[in-house]
């Protein structure tokens, strides 16, 4: 069993930045790789990124390529997503996601443990 808790959530304004984190619990964390997706109203949940479980390699989806950022501390077991140049159509709900087959992934329903979501909302 992997337990996922999202925080760093909340209202910024467009150009504004967020670190959302992801703390991790219950199996050894640098044994599994960890995604980003997010999920705005009436739309299907997007893959956001991957960090492989070492943390040397990434990679985002192109929506937000150049703007966010994923990186991980296993000595704290927690994966961050860093957000910069936010605009308002990255407003939704940003859920972290562990796959413990370690792939680099983009499906979600490859991802076995998923967090309940932190709220990110940016206004005009």
């Known amino acids: 069993q992997v337990q996922l808790v999202e925080s760093g959530g909340g209202l910024v304004q467009a150009g504004g930045s967020l670190r959302l984190s992801c703390a991790a619990s219950?199996?050894?964390?640098?044994?599994?790789?960890m995604g980003w997706f997010r999920q705005a109203p009436a739309k299907e949940r997007e893959f956001v990124g991957v960090?492989?479980?070492?943390?040397?390699?990434?990679y985002v989806a192109d929506s937000v390529k150049g703007r966010f950022t994923i990186s991980r501390d296993n000595a704290k077991n927690t994966v961050y997503l860093q957000m910069n140049s936010l605009k308002p159509e990255d407003t939704a709900v940003y859920y972290c996601?562990?796959?413990?087959?370690?792939?680099?992934?983009?499906?979600?329903?490859?991802?076995?443990?998923w967090g309940q979501g932190t709220q990110v909302t940016v206004s005009s």
């Open positions: 996601a562990a796959d413990l087959e370690a792939r680099t992934v983009a499906t979600a329903s490859l991802y076995e443990y």
């Open positions: 960090i492989t479980r070492t943390g040397s390699y990434t």
């Open positions: 219950g199996r050894t964390f640098s044994s599994y790789a």
